[in-house]
Each structure stands twice: as structure tokens, then as C-alpha cells.
């Protein structure tokens, strides 16, 4: 988004109406924006009520430039009926905002049932919809409300098919898919219906998608292989994915752009059983962000694909010494994959100690009492 689309020139027609503000949720200092704003994955964006401090909204992934001017011109009107008191056009939109603000809180439960009605009130020409829709399927899927959100998937695929929604509105649905019990007649044929259409919305390169978008619908095809016990079929995928990735990155204009990439390219390189193909790529971009601990960080998981454990170890050093906050975490466990490879069990424990403390120290709002868990039940089963 940084590198594609917040740079966007249109974008500053807005600027008199927003104050834009990046939080780097790995600071401790920012502890306290994550306590009062609950971040359910990266990136996140919300619209905030700078009076109240209360989030109008959220938008949760990658966007478009049009779909932004859309949520933003939209946000803006709301709030100013809001702070004017001037009643809603009609029932469609006044739900639609008490859904927003539902959202913005992560109540997603709620605001699935407020996105749902401002649905059912809408006229069939309601220029929202596509928002509503794709903030209700996220809202439904967070709230473990599968099957209606397959159902809200399947519904409006038909009318967003050849439109900048159709890769969430598939991708959601096919997760939810994918979610329901085994024994769920509908099950199969859900899943099936949504890859197919996931298939056609990739190939439909009219379609105007951010590379964020196309790459997250390959990753739901091959949670559905997976799903399918289908190994070919996964690495039938992983191979579209990864061509897609180097075709995406070669047309990247300066080094911010192509390392963009890097993460999703490691992850299909990784499944398509050639690690190794990631570590000219990664070595590249410690290169040209040596302060940055990502690089680092990702030849240390290639390395550790590759089984060369001590050239991972060297990665995870340079890693380790740039990282912080939560995130570091993560490095610690890749740094005990790597002493586990090697035969090196002390190396692991103490590894993960260490990670464990570090977990606990961490302020409220980046403590995870989950990921301690999961590090001491990992450290454990070492002993």
C-alpha cells in the first residue's frame, strides 16, 4: 500500500479532511494506540474520530486507490451529518454508519448484523453496497459465522465479478468455505464454486486488483488444496503464485517497490520446493535497507528451508540485533528452528527462554498471553 498506492497524487484531495498517521505497532511506544485500537492483522486502517478518538471504521488489507476515495469520501459525509446532526438519506445508510462504528471497535458481531441490515434496507442501486458486503463477509468471518458468510460470498459474487471487490469477496468466502465442518453436505460444492470463481477472477487480468489482492487469492487456493489433500494441485498453484510474484516485482521501479514482495515470494519459493531461488532476492534488499531486520530475517527462514543451519544462524544474528517489539518474537522461533536442525537442543531451549522472557516484558498491548503459551508448550517438549 505504502509503496503502490499511498503515493497516489489524487490522494491529497483529501488532505484537508484527514491527518494522516502511521503506527509502527512494533514500538513500545505505541503500546497504548494497540490497547484502544485492536489491529486484527497488517496493515489495518481506521478512520478516527479525532473529538472522541473513536474509530468511525476499519479497512483491513490492501485497497485500491478508487476503492480509498470511495471510503473516505464516504467517512467524510458521515461524520459531518454526524457532528451537524443532519439525519441520514435513508435507513441503508444510517445503518451503514452504526455498522462502521462497530466495526471500527472490532465488534464484529454486531457490526455483521448492522452490515446486514443496512444490506437488506439498501435500494439494488445502493452505491455502498460492495463496501458493506466485503466489510460483512471480514465481520462474519472474525465472529465464526461461516456459513453466512459463505452464503453472503456465493450471493454477490454474480454482481461484483468483474469488479475490484470480487478478489476479497471470493478469498473471504472461499476461507469460510473452508472453515465448515466436514460433514457439511454443502461443503464441497461451496468450495468448489468459490475456486472456480477465484480461478476466473486471477485470469481476468481487466480486473483492477493490487498485487496484495492477486497474491492473497492465490494463498486461499492453496489453503483449498490443502485442504483436499491435492499436492499436485498445490504445487500447480504455488507455481502460478510465484510467477506471478517475479512477474510483479520485475516491473517494480526502485527498491522499496520490488521488496515489497519479498515476503509472499519467500513463501512461494518455499512451496514450490526452491528456497534457494529467494536468497539473491533477499540479499539484494539487505543491501539496499541494511537498518531494516526483514531481510535478514527472511534468508534466515530460507536458510533454514535449505537446511544450512549455520548460514541461518549468521542471518538470524544480523536479524536479531536490528529487531524489536512483538515481531522479534517470531525471529526468536526461526533462530531455534535453526539450532534444532543442527542437532544444537540446548541452543533451542535457551533460545526460547529467552524468547519467553522477552515475551513477558513486553508492555500491554503487544503482550500476547497466546504466543507465551504457545513458546513455553514449544520450549517443553524440548525438556
Request: some cysteine; charged content about 25%.
Amino acid at each position: 500500500m505504502r509503496a503502490y498506492v499511498l503515493t497516489d497524487r489524487s490522494l491529497s484531495r483529501h488532505a484537508g479532511q484527514f491527518v494522516w498517521l502511521a503506527i509502527n505497532g512494533e514500538k513500545a511506544t505505541n503500546a497504548a494506540f494497540l490497547r484502544k485500537y485492536r489491529i486484527p492483522g497488517y496493515p489495518t486502517y481506521f478512520i478516527v474520530d479525532g473529538i472522541h478518538e473513536r474509530a468511525l471504521t476499519q479497512w483491513v488489507g490492501g485497497a485500491t486507490v478508487a476503492q480509498l476515495h470511495t471510503l473516505f469520501d464516504e467517512q467524510s459525509a458521515a461524520w459531518s451529518r454526524r457532528m451537524s446532526g443532519t439525519a441520514f438519506a435513508n435507513r441503508a445508510d444510517a445503518e451503514l454508519a452504526r455498522a462502521d462504528s462497530l466495526y471500527g471497535a472490532s465488534e464484529y458481531g454486531a457490526a455483521a448484523a448492522a452490515y446486514g441490515a443496512a444490506l437488506a434496507a439498501a435500494p439494488a442501486t445502493w452505491p455502498q453496497r460492495a463496501r458493506a458486503v466485503d466489510a460483512r463477509l471480514f465481520a462474519l468471518s472474525e465472529a465464526d459465522s461461516a456459513e453466512a458468510c459463505v452464503e453472503l460470498a456465493l450471493a454477490q459474487l454474480p454482481s461484483e465479478r468483474h469488479t475490484s471487490w470480487s478478489a476479497n469477496i471470493a478469498g473471504n468466502g472461499l476461507g469460510c468455505a473452508l472453515q465448515l465442518p466436514r460433514d457439511d453436505l454443502r461443503r464441497a460444492k461451496w468450495i468448489r464454486d468459490l475456486e472456480s470463481a477465484a480461478h476466473s477472477i486471477l485470469a481476468d487480468t481487466t480486473i483492477m486488483l493490487s498485487g496484495d489482492d492477486r497474491s492473497g487469492l492465490y494463498i486461499s487456493l492453496l489453503d483449498a488444496r490443502d485442504d483436499a489433500d491435492d499436492s499436485l494441485g498445490h504445487l500447480a498453484v504455488a507455481q502460478q503464485w510465484s510467477a506471478f510474484l517475479d512477474g510483479e516485482a520485475a516491473k517494480a521501479k526502485t527498491p522499496t517497490a520490488r521488496m515489497v514482495y519479498d515476503p509472499h515470494r519467500l513463501s512461494a519459493y518455499i512451496e514450490i520446493g526452491h528456497p534457494e531461488r529467494a536468497i539473491p532476492m533477499l540479499e539484494q534488499s539487505e543491501r539496499d535497507f541494511p537498518d531494516d531486520y526483514n531481510p535478514p530475517a527472511r534468508l534466515a527462514i530460507a536458510y533454514r528451508e535449505m537446511k544450512e543451519w549455520d548460514k541461518g544462524l549468521e542471518a538470524s544474528d544480523r536479524a536479531m540485533a536490528l529487531a524489536y517489539g512483538p515481531r522479534k518474537l517470531t525471529f526468536y522461533q526461526t533462530r531455534a528452528d535453526l539450532y534444532a536442525g543442527k542437532g544444537d537442543l540446548s541452543g533451542a531451549r535457551k533460545t526460547l527462554e529467552d524468547a519467553i522472557a522477552f515475551a513477558e516484558a513486553l508492555p500491554d498491548g503487544q503482550r500476547s498471553p497466546r504466543t507465551i503459551a504457545s513458546l513455553q508448550k514449544r520450549l517443553d517438549g524440548l525438556k
